[in-house]
Every structure is written in structure tokens, then in C-alpha cells.
């Protein structure tokens, strides 16, 4: 595994070692040692998560204030653009953002810490999305972030407004959102 940094240290891109032929190709997605080793955290997923969405769909910027999730993403079919903000105010990188392209076909990870927003736009036709977490989906402490907030800057590779949830399309700024410590 090749971890690659990020212009926010603590969200990392992970290149997974792939072996592959004329019959196909095989990685192994997820190793807790080899996680471990590589990036120097010890986390404990709990939950699992499988998306697909069509073109333009924008998923998030979402976070939970309380029971915060750390997320690592990848992409199984298709293309995102995967961003994720941080939103913890004692942080030298607070209200910066990482952007990354992931695909089936770089077969790239990110690991998105906990105390960060984090949403995608689908590039590609379709795509299906994974995601581990560190905790488990509480909807009642789940917020949104603002997908184009001005204060954010996030240079969404799209023309026009992206296909957005209510809650998405109704999120709240980061001037007024709720953030961590």
C-alpha cells in the first residue's frame, strides 16, 4: 500500500498494491495491520456502506457533530470527485478542503478523519460508492455542510447545479454551521 499525502495531512490517499493479468486483477481492499502500518492509525470500522448514484449527483458535504465518523472511501464502479472539508476549529487546516478523483480504475482510496465533512460528485454514468466508518450512522446528529459555500471555494469539476438531496440543497454555511472543538 502507497499512502500519498494530501494538502491536509491528516486526510490521506491510499494506493492499493494491485496484481493483475490477462484474467483480471486482484488487491486486497482493507488489511487493519498494513492500515495501520502505513498511516499510523488504528481505527475500528463498524459499518459498511454501498452507494450508487447517476452523473452530477452530489452527495454531502455531511458530517456527524456528535458520534463523528471516520471514512474510508473508494469506488467500485465508475468515478467520483470525493471532498472532504475540515471543520475542527482547533485545526491549523480548518474550513480547508482536499479534493481527490477516485475510480474503479485507480482503485484509489481516501481515509477522511473524523471532525471533516465529506461528500462526492459522480463523474462518470454511474458510480457505486463503499465506505467503512468508524461509527455507526446516527441520524439525529447527522448535519450538512453547504456544497458550493462561498467560504469553502471547492472547485466541483461541474457545469451548472449538481443533482442534490433536500437536505443537501438546504445545508447550512459554514459561518453558521455547527463545527467541532
Do not use: C
Not at 44 to 53: G, T
Not at 58 to 68: C, E, N, T, V
Not at 131 to 159: C, F, G, M, V
Amino acid at each position: 500500500m502507497n499512502v500519498v499525502p494530501t494538502r491536509i495531512p491528516d486526510v490521506l490517499l491510499i494506493e492499493p498494491k494491485v496484481f493483475g493479468d490477462d484474467r483480471g486483477f486482484f488487491f486486497e481492499s482493507f488489511n487493519a495491520k498494513v492500515f495501520e502500518l502505513a498511516t499510523g492509525l488504528r481505527r475500528d470500522f463498524v459499518q459498511d456502506n454501498h452507494s450508487k448514484s447517476s452523473r452530477n449527483v452530489l452527495r454531502g458535504l455531511h458530517y456527524q457533530i456528535q458520534k463523528p465518523q471516520g471514512k474510508l472511501v473508494r469506488v467500485v464502479q465508475g468515478e467520483v470527485f470525493d471532498v472532504a472539508v475540515d471543520l475542527r476549529r482547533s485545526s491549523n487546516t480548518f474550513g480547508q478542503w482536499v479534493g481527490v478523483r477516485i475510480s474503479a480504475e485507480n482503485k484509489r482510496q481516501l481515509w477522511v478523519p473524523e471532525g471533516f465533512a465529506h461528500g462526492f460528485l459522480v463523474l462518470s454514468e454511474t458510480a457505486e460508492f463503499l465506505y467503512k466508518t468508524t461509527d455507526y450512522y446516527a441520524p439525529e446528529h447527522e448535519r450538512s455542510l453547504l456544497w458550493n459555500d462561498p467560504a469553502l471555494q471547492i472547485d466541483w469539476p461541474i457545469d451548472g447545479v449538481p443533482k442534490l438531496a433536500a437536505k443537501d440543497a438546504d445545508a447550512q454555511s459554514l459561518s453558521v454551521a455547527e463545527l467541532f472543538p
